[in-house]
């Protein structure tokens, strides 16, 4: 373990060998999204990070994320960009085996694998293996639903998705659990998944994410705020078009809204496998001029969709929890969401909490607080403080340093 008569903080060996853009964009997943933001903050902080990637993570952090203070090394695949997925896939594994295996990490030092993905965690593992002495914190933010459920998104044909993404992570779940020294997670329910007779509680980290509060923080008291009844559009949705994030359900809940009121219009900031589905779905329930989808955005492109934007609605039918609905309620927007269970300590307030899954529920929840500016205001009140006392980054990365035991 680290020697504690030394002042010397231990080094942090970030693998983050899964980590790609999307081709369309520099969308960032969530896990990619903490350990980004973690290692800005603790590289300003004097913490020496080091982190292993491919050349497409080297691109996000580096020219696109614009990451700085930290080490990069480059673990080759450049290789793979002409062959199918699942070569490809399996390629990084393999450099990730071969890179871990010669890189050397001294006692008492940190690898954090920032997925559960194989290319994160298997040179994660060899890592451990060969040196006991250093502490590995496993990211593990999503457990893949049981392709038996009824929960499952992955219906149809998807359910081989379902199947693969299970048995996949199945090996990953069991080495963590028995190996890792500490797990961070990003919902409550997740803890007790980790514990065990060599890690308590207190060893699986409720990470949560984060959310730059600057700008909010300005817009908010610049005293230029756009009044409710000039704003563009009703609600807000961000994050991946698949099916986990509720997408197409969330299109039949706007036509339960637009049915009540003609003139309600959504803006859908994301992209993603499903795009052509919500496509034909908008154009098959007459919602063109209700609907905009708007592609990705981020930065000030998508802090000018919250300043337009009356709530945030996040329709998840399987989530860890989210970090997409927390940014836009840091611009006052209060939100509606389904009941799931990782939602009750994400938003335990600012957010109306819909039986899971109805539609009809959740599209009245949406007139409601469109309407009735006495709960809005409660609860866009209530959104603006649960963010900025709880999910800040500085203040997530030093409370994560102290939990993990990095001094």
Known sequence: MAD???????????????????????????????????????????????????????????????????????????????????????YRILSGVVNALKLKVKDGEIVYSASDFW???????????????????????????????????????????????????????????NFADIVFVTSEPDVKKFVTKRRPSEKVVVIRGGVDIKPSLDYLNSGKIISFENRIYDACFVGRFHSQKGILELIDIWKIVSSEISEARLAMIGIGDLEKEAQKKIAELNLEKNIDLLGFKDGQEKYVIFKQSKIIVHPAVYDSGGMAAAEAMAWGLPGVSFDLEALKTYYPKGMLKTRCFDKHEFAENIIKLITNMEIYSELKDQAIELIHEKWGWEKRAEEICLLAGIK
């Not at 593992?125 to 590995?136: R, T």
């Not at 038996?148 to 080495?175: A, H, N, V």
Request: with cysteine; net charge positive; proline share 5%.
């Open 4 to 90: 504690t008569n030394s002042n010397k903080k231990p080094e942090i060996h970030i693998i983050a060998n899964a980590a790609s853009l999307d081709k369309k964009s520099a969308a960032l997943s969530g896990g990619d999204r903490i350990y980004i933001e973690l290692a800005r903050c603790w590289a300003r902080s004097g913490l020496t990070i080091n982190i292993y990637l491919w050349e497409e993570g080297l691109k996000m952090c580096r020219d696109v994320y614009k990451l700085k203070g930290v080490k990069f090394h480059l673990w080759p695949a450049k290789v793979i960009e002409k062959l199918p997925f699942v070569i490809g896939y399996f």
């Open 119 to 177: 290319q994160d965690s298997i040179p994660a593992i060899i890592l451990k293996l060969k040196n006991k002495n250093i502490k590995w914190i496993a990211g593990f933010f999503l457990f893949a639903p049981k392709f038996w459920s009824k929960e499952t998104p992955y219906k149809g044909w998807r359910f081989l998705i379902g199947f693969g993404y299970w048995i996949m992570q199945l090996p990953i779940y069991l080495l963590v659990k």
